[in-house]
């Protein structure tokens, strides 16, 4: 990794549970360009999109000055007023500090944080209808999780066009379908070069189908990030397979990321489903009125 990239790598490592990440933000680059600003002794990460910009993680160090230096440039880019120019992923700390220092926060994101071990284990009551379902998968298909091959990709691509049909029938006109209709490049990404950024990634095969597939990266020493999980959602039990196998091989982090739930309730509960040990509640800081 470069200079660069090291530079900016540290900016998405101010909350150690957060799975904003360098690697998180690559993989959408063909939806929006991203640079590294310095001024004085602040660093930014800005996110271009059309014709707009905005800080998609708070400067470091993390100031009024900070603030004040990014809402300047959003205002000369963006236009004065609120709801394009933002700076996201505030922490429930760093989101008192902006109010202290006047600025109007609000809630966006919820990532779900999990037990690594109780996942890898699903012991106990809690878990029963997810054992269940991974012991049907066993037993009706033969099944094999091994890491991802670049010759994995265009099965990859094939098995995201149909998890995209069996999908988009429940989110028609939802905003579901637009970050949904969005993503492909991003998977795509994640899938192509992933491994230069520090990312892993897994598929399942049954009987001789790549059946699924799921991406992740370290977060912390403590903490692993779930980016993508797509299956064949036609085959039970598949989906629980996968992420229970990932936690199961991630035995040196005790908590497990698994992301938001990008506004979607039956996705929020799908997470709910797999116990969440903590919720954690991201904020967005908007211009001063």
């Not at 700076?87 to 690594?116: I, M």
């Not at 992933?194 to 992740?216: K, P, Q």
């Amino acid at each position: 990794m470069d200079l660069v990239l090291e530079k900016a790598s540290e900016l998405f490592h101010q909350v150690s549970a957060l799975s904003t990440s360098l690697p998180s933000f690559l993989m959408w680059q063909d939806e929006f360009a991203y640079a590294l600003v310095t001024k004085g002794s602040s660093s930014f990460i800005v996110a271009h999109y059309d014709k707009y910009v905005y800080f998609p993680v708070p400067p470091k160090p993390y100031t009024t000055e900070g603030l004040k230096i990014a809402f300047e440039y959003m205002k000369k880019v963006n236009g004065p007023g609120g709801g394009i120019s933002r700076v996201e992923g505030l922490s429930e700390e760093q989101k008192k500090s902006a109010e202290s220092w006047s600025f109007t926060s609000r809630p966006t994101l919820t990532e779900y944080l999990y037990d690594r071990a109780l996942i890898a284990g699903l012991h106990g009551d809690p878990y029963r209808a997810k054992r269940a379902e991974v012991n049907h998968l066993i037993k009706e298909h033969s099944v094999v999780l091994r890491p991802y091959r670049k010759s994995d990709l265009k099965a990859c691509g094939d098995l995201f066009d149909l998890w995209k049909a069996q999908r988009l029938p429940a989110l028609k006109g939802a905003q579901g379908e637009k970050m949904l209709l969005s993503s492909q490049k991003a998977h795509f990404r994640a899938l192509h070069e992933g491994d230069n950024w520090g990312m892993d990634a897994w598929v399942v095969i049954l009987e001789n189908r790549l059946s699924a597939y799921s991406v992740g990266a370290p977060l912390s020493p403590d903490t692993y990030g779930v980016y993508l999980e797509v299956t064949d959602l036609t085959v039970k039990g598949l989906s629980a397979y996968i992420f229970a196998n990932i936690c199961r091989q991630m035995d040196s982090y005790p908590v497990i990321n698994a992301g938001d739930a990008e506004g979607l309730p039956g996705l929020a509960e799908s997470k709910e489903h797999w116990h969440p040990v903590h919720r954690l509640q991201l904020f967005a800081v908007d211009p001063r009125l």
